[in-house]
Nanobody, 118 residues
Framework: QGQLVESGGGLVQPGGSLTLACAAS????????IAWFCQAPGKEREGISC????????QYVDSVKGRFTISRDNAKNTAYLQMNDLKSEDTAMYYC???????????WGQGTQVTVSS
């Protein structure tokens, strides 16, 4: 059975950077679109970025455009989210999924917590 495992979160100061990873097991990530979602406390989970199977046109919501970069390494069966110039409002649990904009419930991993605070 396929599984996604997110990692790389942590505590970082405003303006700092983190790189999140989304590792797939049990299936080939290259056959799917990959998307990152975040869920802040008290808010709904929302999509923030996605990248197609061909990885040619990544998409971002306005709030992260210019600061976050999504990528994929099909050889490692892993996707990434490079997060720069982090802001307090980026504090959330981050998840990856194989479907966007309507995430597939069976693809959710445990998520990785990002906390931006001084």
């Amino acid at each position: 059975q396929g599984q996604l495992v997110e990692s790389g979160g942590g505590l970082v100061q405003p303006g700092g950077s983190l790189t999140l990873a989304c590792a797939a097991s049990g299936f080939r990530l290259e056959t799917y679109t990959i998307a990152w979602f975040c869920q802040a406390p008290g808010k709904e989970r929302e999509g923030i970025s996605c990248i197609s199977r061909s990885a040619n046109i990544p998409q971002y919501v306005d709030s992260v455009k210019g600061r976050f970069t999504i990528s994929r390494d099909n050889a490692k069966n892993t996707a990434y989210l490079q997060m720069n110039d982090l802001k307090s409002e980026d504090t959330a649990m981050y998840y990856c999924n194989t479907h966007y904009p309507n995430p597939y419930p069976g693809s959710w991993g445990q998520g990785t917590q990002v906390t931006v605070s001084s």
